[in-house]
């Protein structure tokens, strides 16, 4: 028997017998051990998060204008945001990470060496779940 069974007992008038104090056990160990289950998965997602994050360290990026927006908003849909945009392509010749928001990474392929492989890839999916 946990030892907030009984208060919660208590607290929903409940009277107190070996079964209800058991359904009441239960039902907090269940609630913990679900509450224990989203942690590890949302544990799980910031780990594969950082290893995305590990794995796109390698790409040049401009300078983000905020933390929460990224890159958004660096841009206008205008002539001074193309004129911009063009100025850090100048720079960065290849391949381009830009975020949108804090999460979402965005991987830019400028040079036709990069993007070849790419167009020319099959749809044919290769790893553990294609059939041959």
């Not at 913990?32 to 794995?55: A, H, I, K, P, Q």
């Not at 927006?69 to 960065?92: A, R, S």
Request: charged share 20%; glycine share 8%; hydrophobic share 50%.
């Amino acid at each position: 028997m946990l030892p907030v069974a009984e208060p919660l007992l208590r607290l929903l008038g409940l009277e107190r017998t070996a079964f209800r104090l058991g359904a009441a056990s239960a039902l907090l160990l269940s609630l913990l051990f679900v509450f224990f289950r989203l942690l590890l998965r949302f544990l799980r997602l910031c780990w594969r998060f950082r290893v995305t994050c590990r794995r796109l360290r390698c790409f040049p990026q401009p300078p983000r204008r905020s933390w929460l927006l990224g890159h958004l908003g660096m841009y206008l849909p205008n002539e001074m945001g193309l004129q911009d945009e063009k100025k850090v392509l100048d720079n960065m010749h290849h391949v381009l990470l830009v975020w949108i928001g804090p999460i979402l990474p965005l991987l830019v392929l400028v040079h036709p060496d990069y993007i070849k492989p790419v167009v020319g890839a099959s749809g044919r999916q290769v790893g553990p779940l294609s059939d041959g």
